[in-house]
């Protein structure tokens, strides 16, 4: 299925809707290649390829409200879906918080190229891929110590992907991008008979922008060597050093309570504590969804919102929180650009936005893996 | 998809811990960590309790729910039409898979709906379904593996596929079957009254009961947040060897979660259950439990302090704590790990790992369990396993290739998310077997020591046997008697030896019922797990006071 019939199922997928009975419907519909090659010990392990299409509705039924998905696309069992889907709105208790975004939310998008896509994508041949991955295996058994080496699988992965978003209220939004990655990982003998493991990977939206292959072998297997003799420390009270590879971890823990939809459930321990300092004031942290070439970066969010720089905390200050459309009415705060995932909408899209650490200026790309459910 | 681009993000590290997005999260390919076991839960900032004991085995009846069929050339298959597809199409999808040689092929179709109901802010008010259709296609050349899936099922795109899959080979086609004969499966599910026939309004009492009820209980809750699910899984799986297997996969989950608060503190807790089976799995019993431990598993923390670190004995109590057991254990068991040369019991089978009345066992024919399989996702009948018998480690869980590798027959542990993956070791229902000691003779035996009810976050490295779990609710042990209850502790230590260190084992096993995915390479599948009472003399506790 080309781009342009995902985009057309998504208009006639609204049309569809609001014939059935819904007065607002939100379709997103996604198109996606995708293809992985592992190497393990010399040898290919495993080749995966998929082109995969889905379209997910949220449909907002006399002030109720359903969210649904699927990837069964034959006509006629669209048309059931989207009835079903109506009954099952019909059926629940009504949501005086429902309802797609106020349209001027939509407005304001950055004029700005994310450069999302690389246009060479089709041109990476199987051959290429089975290259890189080898090479990372021989740069891993190429360092110092490799005769501790057990086991080295190494992956070379990417992926092209076309996503549709149409609501009924005027929003009309597309998304291409593309994504390519390279992983290795080494298991090696500990004398005591452990068999510590390490890894290292690196992720571009171009093909070109990934860095040398076997800088990411080398790496997983220096890391996995290092941890040859590691041992338990004791208990105690000390300082702590992060690595910045623990890093959206960490956040994960920081970053989810900031939602309105925790703030609303009582969930959160920043509630209340908005231009409150909570942290160090070496401690700033922005959103940004507008790096060029980022993961992160879209030019609207999961609600169809222009997606908007945020400063989320400054020098130690909580700044703003996470705010959707529908935890936001909730608690009468105005809703803006937020990178969650809404359940279904996005399923397909998994978003990550950047976040900067303002003083020491390296990012990382955070892959938010925490779904709201709305 | 960024993280399953991206597998080694994160990978050294096999993480568990309580994922707090939506329910929809496990339907959906979304996967944070490479294993991870997950307790799919529905609401931000909340962590999953496990449940404190089970009841699914009583109700569970293993009463037939699949058709069987006449081993016969003239397959029968009830699904063709399901998927839109006839033998045919299945004879050129092997042949075109085994077009350039390969050892094996096999196709999986799969159509799959789930439906979930949520209650927030006391109504009902949401509900989310989801449909998947696809056929996965799989070429093995010995240990290689070439795969591809679609979600269109006309014969040019599943054709197309094959050939995709079938580049894993380079050598000339192979003979396919000209037959197709379908396999009998037992029934280890226990669906009586099917999710298909229940309308959303038989559904809804139930949300209202517990929602009702847990405001009744106590004027400490703030917050409940409750969802229903149900699933219905179509399989029609065909091999290079002539086989269909026809497999009918129902599930069901109940999560609960609740935000208490007294004198400005706030505590959140929660409960889940989860079986294969229809409408008839909650009975106002189960309906009762979640309710009362969903409550005292959050109002308990009110009273729980975080007792001090060090060296102490750990109990862990029968059910919820098996998974200790899953992650720290099972998972260096899964045969993956051992082709690959880096589990930990790569060299151990036949050997002493445990005291002799430990005993581990995989199962995958519990009536009713969340872990159990009828048929595995690559064709095998679902079995029971014994991984440790009388503390010698007996089999690791194979798939079709490990088990090639080397030498043995599949155990029935090949299994998938979806058609969208390829099937690989997985653990099913895992528990370990009553042992010779009671439960309050355990307790009685430790002087000062935790005994760990249920556990949250955590992770573990397979390769090392590393881990470290956070303990959610718990109690402190003095003089041989449960004292204090505890909260926010970490208990930190190394599986193989926690496991060759357990010194009693009570003779209450309780297979826990708590709705569990368990991650792995980047796809998540249900699982059981279970456990008696434990005794570990010494393991590391991380609490206050280090």
Request: proline fraction near 5%; charged fraction near 20%; aromatic fraction near 10%.
């Amino acid at each position: 299925m080309t781009g342009e019939n995902m985009l057309e199922m998504a208009k006639q997928a609204v049309r569809l809707g609001q014939k059935k009975g819904a007065q607002e419907v939100a379709v997103n519909t996604r198109r996606t290649r995708e293809v992985s090659v592992s190497w393990r010990d010399g040898n290919l392990e495993k080749l995966h390829e998929a082109t995969t299409a889905a379209l997910s509705l949220q449909l907002y039924v006399d002030g109720r409200y359903s969210a649904v998905s699927t990837s069964d696309l034959r006509p006629e069992a669209l048309e059931k879906f989207i009835e079903n889907a109506i009954s099952l709105a019909r059926s629940l208790a009504p949501d005086p918080y429902r309802s797609l975004p106020d349209p001027q939310t939509y407005k304001g998008q950055a004029d700005i190229d994310l450069q999302l896509e690389d246009a060479s994508y089709d041109s990476l041949s199987a051959v290429q891929r089975r290259k890189i991955a080898q090479s990372m295996e021989e740069a891993a058994r190429a360092v110092d110590g490799a005769q501790a080496i057990l086991s080295v699988t190494t992956q070379v992965a990417d992926s092209q992907s076309q996503h549709f978003k149409v609501h009924s209220n005027g929003f009309e939004g597309t998304t291409r991008e593309t994504s390519f990655w390279l992983a290795a990982e080494a298991s090696v003998q500990d004398p005591d008979g452990r068999r510590p493991e390490d890894y290292d990977f690196a992720g571009s939206r171009f093909f070109k922008q990934l860095p040398d292959s076997s800088t990411i072998g080398r790496q997983a297997a220096q890391r996995a060597l290092q941890r040859i003799g590691a041992q338990k420390g004791s208990s105690a009270v000390v300082p702590v050093a992060i690595d910045y590879r623990a890093g959206g971890r960490i956040f994960s823990y920081l970053i989810g309570p900031l939602s309105a939809a925790s703030l609303q459930q009582k969930r959160s321990m920043f509630e209340g504590k908005l231009e409150t300092t909570i942290g160090s004031p070496l401690l700033s942290v922005h959103d940004d969804p507008l790096i060029p070439k980022a993961f992160g970066s879209y030019l609207f969010d999961g609600e169809g919102m222009a997606a908007k720089r945020l400063a989320i905390f400054e020098s130690g200050v909580l700044k703003n929180y996470y705010v959707d459309c529908y935890y936001g009415k909730k608690l009468k705060m105005t809703p803006h650009y937020w990178p969650f995932i809404e359940f279904n909408l996005e399923a397909w899209l998994p978003k990550s936005f950047q976040t900067l650490f303002a003083n020491e200026r390296r990012y990382f790309n955070y892959w938010f893996s925490w779904r709201k459910l709305q | 998809m960024p993280l399953r681009e991206a597998p080694f993000f994160q990978a050294a590290y096999f993480s568990f811990h309580l994922l707090v997005f939506g329910s929809a999260y496990y339907a959906w390919r979304v996967k944070e960590f490479f294993y991870l076991l997950v307790f799919v839960k529905l609401f931000p900032s909340a962590r999953i309790p496990l449940p404190f004991q089970s009841t699914w085995l009583q109700l569970a009846n293993g009463e037939r729910m699949n058709h069987d069929f006449e081993n016969g050339a003239n397959c029968q298959a009830n699904y063709f039409s399901r998927f839109g597809i006839d033998e045919r199409i299945i004879r050129e999808a092997i042949a075109a898979a085994l077009s350039q040689g390969g050892d094996w092929a096999d196709l999986y179709f799969q159509h799959s709906k789930n439906n979930y109901l949520a209650l927030e802010d006391g109504e009902v008010n949401r509900a989310y379904c989801q449909t998947a259709l696809g056929v996965g296609i799989r070429v093995l050349q010995g240990n290689q593996t070439g795969y591809a899936y679609t979600e269109d099922l006309r014969r040019g795109s599943i054709i197309n596929a094959a050939k995709t899959a079938a580049a894993i080979a380079n050598g000339p086609a192979r003979a396919t079957p000209t037959s197709y004969r379908t396999t009998p499966l037992a029934n280890h599910y226990s669906m009586r009254v099917p999710w298909e026939g229940i309308e959303p309004k038989e559904k809804l009492p139930i949300l209202y009961q517990i929602n009702t009820g847990a405001f009744q209980a106590d004027p400490r809750i703030e917050k409940v947040s409750i969802a229903l699910g149900d699933q219905i899984s179509f399989i029609l799986f065909a091999d290079s060897e002539g086989r269909i297997v026809e497999d009918t996969q129902p599930m069901t989950d109940l999560r609960v979660s609740c935000v208490a608060q007294h004198q400005g503190r706030r505590e959140s807790n929660g409960y889940s259950c989860s079986g294969r089976a229809g409408f008839e799995f909650y009975t106002p019993q189960r309906i009762e439990n979640v309710l009362k431990q969903a409550i005292s598993r959050t109002l308990i923390l009110f009273d729980s302090f975080t007792p001090p670190a060090g060296e102490m004995p750990v109990v862990l109590a029968a059910g919820s704590s098996g998974i200790l057991l899953h992650e720290a254990i099972g998972h260096g068991m899964e045969a993956d790990f051992a082709r690959k040369n880096i589990s930990i019991y790569a060299d151990k089978v036949g050997k002493t790992i445990a005291k002799p009345f430990v005993n581990v066992v995989d199962d995958g024919t519990l009536p009713g369990s969340r872990g159990s399989i009828n048929v595995d996702d690559e064709g095998v009948l679902g079995q029971k396993t014994m991984l440790v018998e009388n503390g010698v480690f007996t089999s690791f869980l194979h798939d079709r290739i490990s088990a090639k590798h080397f030498g043995v027959a599949p155990t029935g542990n090949g299994r998938r998310e979806n058609y969208a993956f390829a099937p690989i070791p997985r653990m099913r229902t895992t528990y370990l077997l009553p042992g010779p000691h009671a439960h309050e003779e355990i307790i009685a035996s430790v002087k000062k020591g935790i005994y760990c009810e249920n556990f949250t976050n955590g992770q573990v490295q397979i390769g090392a046997g590393d881990f470290t779990f956070y303990v959610k609710n718990g109690h402190l042990i003095e003089n041989g008697k449960l004292t204090r209850p505890i909260k926010d502790v970490n208990v930190i230590g190394n599986g193989p030896k926690v496991l060759e260190n357990v010194d009693m084992v009570a003779d209450n096993l309780v297979l826990d019922d708590f709705a569990g995915s368990c991650g792995k390479d980047g796809q998540m599948v249900p699982v059981s797990l279970g456990l008696p009472t434990v005794r570990v003399p010494s393991m590391t506790v991380g609490g206050k006071q280090a």
